[in-house]
């Protein structure tokens, strides 16, 4: 079997809590932004790629594309308790941390 990263978050969830969790895959920290192009010139604004690095990634290519017929595939959901495996504030989990790391930080 084959695994990847989709995704990490940070959510609250109390002892014994039934949570239903809804986040966009644009807000996922395993992809990076689009990287700048020749047509979007003039049509950006450079706050859009402040900090860009290039690091992650396509937001295009998360999850396969399967075939007409479907595809069979497992999700695994891991949680673990913030308090014990947090390096820093979790406001830093953002972009593309979870392979590039965060800068001078250990990756949680």
């Known amino acids: ?23 966009q895959s644009s807000e996922s920290v395993v992809t990076m932004i689009p990287a700048p192009s020749v047509e979007g010139y003039g ?3 450079a706050a859009d790629y402040k900090g ?10 998360l999850l396969p594309r399967g075939t ?9 959901v891991l949680v673990t308790d913030w308090s014990e495996d947090a390096d820093g504030d979790d406001a830093e ?11 001078r930080h250990q990756v949680p």
């Open 93 to 103: 989990l953002k972009r593309s941390v979870a392979y590039c790391g965060k800068k």
């Open 52 to 61: 860009y690095c290039g690091c992650g990634w396509p937001k295009n290519l």
């Open 68 to 76: 007409l017929a479907g595809m069979k595939a497992s999700l695994y």
């Open 43 to 45: 049509t950006y604004k």
């Open 1 to 23: 079997n084959s695994f990847i990263e989709m995704d990490r978050f940070v959510e609250k969830i109390e002892s014994k809590e039934k949570k239903t969790v809804i986040r």
